[in-house]
């Protein structure tokens, strides 16, 4: 029987017996006092070849998440209208596209390196940063690796962070262990987060939902913020 907890978009690839092993990590879902939008590499580069699926796009643009990126398009607006209704910070990851910056050196796998240009790592338009956005430059898959967000997170007393971006299975996932390690409250927004493979989406929101973040659906994280809920 799935309560309210596992209302979530595994219900069809996690059976009764394990919902029943995870059954102790049930809990009031929230946000806290202080929270901030982590938008993770909502850059053109996933975007390319444009709303079709992914097995399809792919042979083109390997980078491409296709139709589950767009998909998550309208929902990634309204949550950052209702971020910015809030007056949050919105901080953004993507990749260093200075040509002075070259990454070199041992590469973490053999995965081929495709030809970009110069506008690959860009914020997709519908999501540009405004100048009172923080851009945090990164080079592997975490959002704190090697870079300074943990002291901006800290400098503005943020408690809380609300994550949204791609892919639910790397950087995110990546990002939501670190933000956890850091003592962070994490919440995921399940309709604003996407991936190459529905199932690893599905699988990934569903363990880190039973051990490092809040998943939560768009709705009630805007009704959440809306209202301002502070920390139990």
């Not at 978009?9 to 901030?36: F, M, N, Q, T």
């Not at 070259?102 to 390196?113: D, H, I, K, S």
Request: proline residues 5%.
């Amino acid at each position: 029987m799935f309560d309210s907890f596992e209302d979530h978009c595994w219900k069809d690839v996690v059976s009764e017996e394990d919902l029943e092993v995870y059954r102790h990590y049930r809990r009031e879902p929230h946000i806290g006092a202080r929270p901030a939008l982590l938008a993770i590499d909502l850059y053109n580069l996933v975007f390319d070849g444009g709303p079709r699926p992914v097995h399809e796009v792919t042979r083109e643009f390997p980078s491409s998440c296709g139709v589950y990126a767009w998909d998550a398009v309208e929902p990634l607006k309204e949550l950052f209208a209702a971020a910015r209704s809030r007056k949050l910070p919105v901080i953004y990851t993507t990749s260093d596209p200075r040509r002075e910056t070259p990454v070199t050196g041992l590469r973490a796998t053999r995965r081929r390196r495709e030809k970009l240009d110069d506008h690959s790592h860009d914020i997709k338009a519908e999501f540009k940063p405004g100048s009172e956005d923080l851009i945090i430059f990164k080079e592997r898959a975490s959002a704190f690796f090697g870079t300074p967000l943990v002291s901006h997170l800290v400098r503005r007393n943020i408690d809380t962070l609300v994550i949204c971006g791609e892919t639910t299975s790397g950087c995110v996932r990546a990002s939501t262990l670190d933000a956890y390690s850091y003592g962070f409250h994490t919440v995921i927004v399940e309709e604003c987060c996407f991936d190459r493979s529905l199932l690893s989406h599905k699988v990934n929101l569903f363990d880190m939902h039973h051990k490092y973040a809040d998943v939560m659906h768009l709705e009630e994280v805007k009704r959440k913020l809306q209202e301002g809920k502070e920390t139990p």
